[in-house]
């Protein structure tokens, strides 16, 4: 076989590569926005956890294929959410103790759900690291109260996105928090629910944005 022959199928290779990455990123935002439009007051939740999550990894060091694999757990997060009746999801007030006990249970039904994908490669961990983005370091939160190393690093930059995100938004019971007061929220909870070098850097990181909110 000549060479023009070899280099028409490696080129044809490429192409082929190339439309199914562009597949699979299409069906990740589809995922994304089907949990988004389950409440307008959310809808946008995932992209922007996505980006604060991309960021801290920008912040942190961390090379192209890891933060890739932390950016398709962030869209992916809340999928669990789809699971959640929608009269504990958008109650405007407080949740009664069964109504917390059902939206705790999105994690592990992201985690249960993202694992019937067949991940392969730099993003086998994204069920896991998604599934797991509302442990805390001390061993109080869920599904599984995991402690300070048993929980996956792009699940500990998810956690910090996920906050950030979260109070510094508009929800059913409460109007957005500065940054100033959501600052405090994050750097009070460094050692106990958040990996101190994941808040530095979500904050060295906004602070390079243009026309950040303060």
Known sequence: MGIAPQIGITI????????KQRQFQSILQVLAASTDARDPITAGHSLKVTEYSIGICEELGLDHEYTEMVRVA???????????????????????????????THASKTREILEQINFEGIY???????????????????????????????????????????IT??????????RKQASKVLTDGIGTHFAGNCVTA?????????????
């Not at 904050?203 to 303060?214: A, G, H, I, M, Y």
């Open 169 to 178: 938004s508009k929800r059913h019971y409460r109007d957005p928090m500065p």
């Open 124 to 166: 086998e961990q994204v069920p896991e690291i998604a599934g797991s983005h509302h442990e805390k370091l001390d061993g109080t939160g869920y599904p599984q109260g995991l402690k300070d190393d048993q929980i996956h690093l792009g699940s500990k930059i998810l956690a910090v996105a996920d906050v950030y995100e979260a």
């Open 12 to 19: 044809h290779n490429i192409k082929t590569m190339e439309a």
């Open 74 to 104: 962030a869209l992916l997060h809340d999928y669990g959410k789809i699971g959640v009746n929608d009269s504990s999801l958008k109650k405007p007030g407080r949740l009664s103790d069964s109504e917390y006990a059902e939206i705790k």
């Open 202 to 214: 979500l904050f060295n990181w906004l602070d390079k944005q243009p026309n950040t909110p303060e």
